[in-house]
C-alpha cells in the first residue's frame, strides 16, 4: 500500500526566504505526483503535476522535482510572500492513473509579514 | 470549475445527507475523497464515464455514489454517526490523451450532532 509522507509538518520563515518541503512515498512505481495548495476551509487548488518520466516542473516562483527510484519530490517555493501561507500538499497518482490520489498529511506553511 | 452543492451540512446522527458534485464539463472522470482535520484527502470511490470504475475506498454499507449520466455525481451517506464529519471533495479530470490532473471543488463541509 502506498504511503505519503511530507515534511516538515509545519513550518513558519520570514517573508522573502527560499524554501523547500518535501514529500517522499514508499512504491515507486507512479504515474503522477501532483502539488496542491489548501486554505483553510476551502478545496485544492493544483500547483504542479509531474509524469512519471519527467524530472521536474515550474511554474512562475514554484519548482517541483521528482526522483522517482528514491521516492521523493521537493517542492521549491522562490520569495516567499505573506499570500504563499496555506497548506501544501503532495499526492501521488498509480496505476496508470486509474486509481484515486494518495496523499501525505501535508506541511503547515506560514510567511512572516 | 468543479462545483459542489451544499458547501455545508449540519445534521443530526441517523439522518440522510447527499452532496451534488457537478465536474468541469469535458471531464470523463470523477473522484470524490473525504478530509478529516488534519489528514490529507482519502480516497473514496472514481468514476469513469456513467460506472464506478474503483470504490475500494467507499464504505460499503451507508455509503453510495452514483453518475448516471456521466457528469454530474452525488453522493448519499445514510444513518449518518459522529464519525463521518468531515469535508467531502470531489475532483475531475480528463485521461484521454492528457495527464490526468485532478481538479477539486470548494468541498462539502458536513457536520453531524
Known amino acids: 500500500k502506498q504511503e505519503v509522507t511530507q515534511i516538515p509538518a509545519a513550518l513558519s520563515v520570514p517573508e522573502g526566504e527560499n524554501l523547500v518541503l518535501n514529500c517522499s512515498f514508499t512504491?515507486?512505481?507512479?504515474?503522477?505526483l501532483q502539488w496542491f495548495r489548501q486554505d483553510p476551509g476551502k478545496g485544492l487548488t493544483s500547483l504542479l503535476l509531474i509524469q512519471s518520466s519527467q524530472r521536474e516542473q515550474t511554474s512562475g516562483r514554484l519548482n517541483a522535482s521528482l526522483d522517482k527510484s528514491s521516492g521523493r519530490s521537493t517542492l521549491y517555493i522562490a520569495a516567499s510572500q505573506p499570500g504563499d501561507s496555506a497548506t501544501y500538499l503532495c499526492a501521488v497518482g498509480a496505476r496508470g492513473g486509474a486509481d484515486g490520489l494518495t496523499f501525505g498529511k501535508g506541511t503547515h506553511l506560514i510567511i512572516q509579514p | 470549475g468543479v462545483s459542489q452543492d451544499p458547501r455545508h451540512k449540519i445534521t443530526k446522527r441517523g439522518q440522510n445527507v447527499t452532496f451534488r458534485c457537478d465536474p468541469i464539463s469535458e471531464h470523463n472522470r470523477l473522484y470524490w475523497y473525504r478530509q478529516t482535520l488534519g489528514q490529507g484527502p482519502e480516497f473514496l470511490i472514481y468514476?469513469?464515464?456513467?460506472?464506478?470504475?474503483?470504490d475500494s475506498g467507499l464504505p460499503k454499507d451507508r455509503f453510495f455514489a452514483v453518475r448516471p449520466e456521466g457528469s454530474v455525481s452525488t453522493l448519499k451517506i445514510q444513518r449518518t454517526e459522529q464519525g463521518d464529519s468531515a469535508m467531502y471533495l470531489c475532483?475531475?479530470?480528463?485521461?484521454?490523451?492528457?495527464?490526468?490532473?485532478?481538479?477539486f471543488g470548494p468541498g462539502t463541509r458536513l457536520t453531524v450532532l
Open positions: 512504491d515507486s512505481a507512479i504515474y503522477n
Open positions: 475532483a475531475s479530470s480528463w485521461k484521454r490523451g492528457g495527464n490526468n490532473e485532478q481538479f
Open positions: 468514476f469513469q464515464g456513467t460506472g464506478a470504475a474503483d
